[in-house]
């Protein structure tokens, strides 16, 4: 076995990302990542995988998990990621991505976990309560990029942290073994314009746990409800501005202004070029027309692929075995490296 990494096929680099399927997706899962997602395609080798394993670090039960997951699987393909093209898959289909996290656990320092700000966020007060999973989720994920040598991970900001960790662990393993097993990733942070705010609450982001459902647009709200949402949505009395810097002292507005522009792709200048001046009885119906012409398309098709969850799966197991096929040399390759006896050349 050579020292070569093998790489994405010439000229293309390799992105892979994932996605917990735990709740309901929402408009800030959209146009914070799987727009972004879909768009990468072209331009890379592409491999998607709803991390489940990642979702069991708390709680799921069972029967959520699935339907979640299947749930996950239909709005990306209904979004437009093409089985195709690119890998979908569900990770706990390809078992090298625990494999490889163990091994990681191995090389990772205690003093580097102890840094990451999403553990402290998530355990809260009760750490000692927190699962030991929670804990080495980060090792997990970087397990998933590398288990690809993949070259570039679109993530939004706050996942940049764990990105670090994983270039970190990257590196380790290549001095500690001697050996350039692994490439350092790029992470490729989602610009600012797309992180979509709560309806209700400009300054806290939209989220699936938010206890108003108001608060969010979900992948699956018929266009009624979407109309529905934006109506009600927090605004102030002003008009809107026709400068952007107008908009940094007015977070509903310029939550509302920023989803516009993404849905419309277009820059917020050119939004407040048409609507600067106009207050938001002229501009909420603009926006949920919009809304409804970009997403409720998504939710019609997700709703008829779910209605055949055999085929969703068969997508899925399809995919797994098409990330078994790139992951499983590589984790050979690790075996071997580390010294593993046995069946390292068909691992
Ligand atoms: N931690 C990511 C999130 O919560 C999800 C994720 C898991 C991921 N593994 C990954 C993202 C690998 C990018 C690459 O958003």
Redesign the pocket.
């Known amino acids: 076995m050579g020292n070569s990494t093998e790489q994405a096929p010439a000229g293309k680099g390799r992105i ?5 399927p735990t709740g309901n997706l929402h408009l800030g899962n959209y146009l914070g990542a799987i727009r972004n997602w879909v768009s990468l395609q072209n331009d890379f080798e592409s491999i998607y ?1 709803v ?1 489940d394993l ?1 979702a069991i670090t708390v709680h799921q039960d069972p029967l959520q998990l699935q339907k979640s997951t299947r749930e996950v699987a239909a709005c990306l393909i209904a979004a437009g990621i093409s089985t195709d093209q690119s890998i979908l898959f569900n990770q706990s289909c390809v078992p090298q991505h625990a494999e490889l996290a163990w091994i990681f656990n191995c090389v990772t320092r205690l003093g580097w976990l102890n840094r990451m700000t999403q553990f402290k966020e998530k355990a809260g007060k009760n750490r000692e309560n927190a699962s030991v999973g929670l804990y080495a ?1 980060p090792t ?2 970087a397990a ?2 590398l288990c690809y040598r993949a070259t570039h ?4 900001e ?2 940049k942290q ?1 990105l670090e960790l994983t270039r970190d662990i990257a590196q380790a393993f290549n001095s500690i073994y001697g050996r350039d097993v692994f490439p350092l990733p790029n992470p490729q942070i989602f610009g600012t314009a797309t992180r979509v705010m709560s309806l209700r609450d400009g300054a806290a982001k939209m989220s699936k746990s938010d206890v108003s459902d108001n608060s969010r647009i979900n992948m699956t709200d018929d266009a009624d409800l979407i109309l529905q949402k934006i109506r009600k949505a927090k605004t102030d009395s002003d008009a809107l501005p026709s400068e952007v810097v107008a908009l940094s002292s007015r977070p509903e507005a310029a939550n509302l202004v920023g989803i516009y522009a993404a849905l419309a792709d277009c820059s917020t200048e050119n939004v407040l070029a048409e609507f600067g001046g106009r207050g938001f009885g002229e501009f909420k119906p603009m926006l949920a027309d919009l809304a409804v012409a970009r997403l409720s398309p998504i939710g019609d098709e997700m709703r008829r692929l779910l209605k055949n969850p055999g085929d969703i799966d068969a997508v899925l197991a399809k995919g797994a075995d098409r990330a078994t096929a790139i992951a499983r040399p590589l984790l050979a390759q690790v075996h071997d490296v580390i010294g593993f006896l046995g069946k390292s050349t068909d691992h």
């Open positions: 892979f990302s994932g996605i917990q995988c991390v990642h989720y997990l994920m998933d990029i991970v679109p993530v939004g706050d996942q764990h």
